[in-house]
């Protein structure tokens, strides 16, 4: 089945250390993003990318890293810059033409101690 | 204000009942619309895409009001598996992006 897969679910980290998200997809699509869901509020994008060895900067991108070296993957790094780490980790892909029909990860949940 | 706002709810309804949810958007350069379905503590997944004026998926009608800028969910025969929240999502045709709303809590009893 194709999918989305995000890994770890559950992360526990200390402050001041980095974390890496991992996220993988079958789907064979280009484009792929990174949200991160608070409480209360909605998704909010952190970094996308529409192609192979190119990414953009979302709205909150001040903390994080990307990179995209393979179609199926598109890992985040949370550094220790970010001040507010503890969230909810979305990754989502989406066909060609299809902006708005993302097909999400079931999500990593980030605590920092 | 928000770009897309959503009533937080919880909207508390029977089994059975026709439930309805509004989303509200500012920008007037949206062009596309969504309602996605988020389980608690779980991703959100495409619920319906709203293209034009409006479009039914069996119990789920949604509608788009350009005019007054915004766009209705209804749930008819409401069931204890539709107990999620409710995503409303615009994507800006002049950016490209897309708008997440918080979200409208439904809760169906027995």
């Known amino acids: 089945d194709g999918g989305i897969t995000q890994s770890p679910k559950y992360l526990f980290r200390k402050e001041g250390q980095n974390v890496t998200l991992s996220c993988e997809q079958n789907l064979n699509h280009d484009a792929m993003y990174w949200y991160r869901q608070d409480p209360g509020q909605g998704l909010r994008l952190i970094y996308y990318?529409?192609?192979?060895?190119?990414?953009q900067k979302g709205d909150i991108a001040e903390g994080y890293s990307v990179s995209r070296e393979k179609k199926e993957s598109f890992p985040l790094t949370v550094t220790s810059a970010q001040k507010n780490p503890t969230a909810f980790y979305l990754c989502a892909s989406s066909a060609p033409h299809r902006v708005g029909e993302l097909f999400f990860g079931e999500g990593s949940r980030l605590t920092v101690l | 204000r928000k770009e897309v706002e959503q009533d937080p709810g919880p909207f508390n309804v029977p089994e059975g009942a026709t439930v309805a949810f509004n989303c509200t958007y500012s920008n007037s350069a949206s062009q596309s619309f969504f309602w996605y379905r988020q389980d608690c503590r779980k991703e959100p997944k495409l619920l319906m895409s709203v293209y034009s004026s409006g479009n039914e998926d069996g119990r789920f009608t949604a509608q788009l009001n350009r005019a007054s800028q915004y766009i209705s969910l209804l749930i008819r025969d409401s069931k204890l598996s539709d107990s999620a929240t409710y995503l409303c999502v615009v994507l800006r045709g002049d950016t490209d992006k897309l708008i997440f709303g918080t979200g409208t809590r439904l809760q169906v009893f027995p």
């Open positions: 990318s529409q192609i192979v060895n190119d990414f």
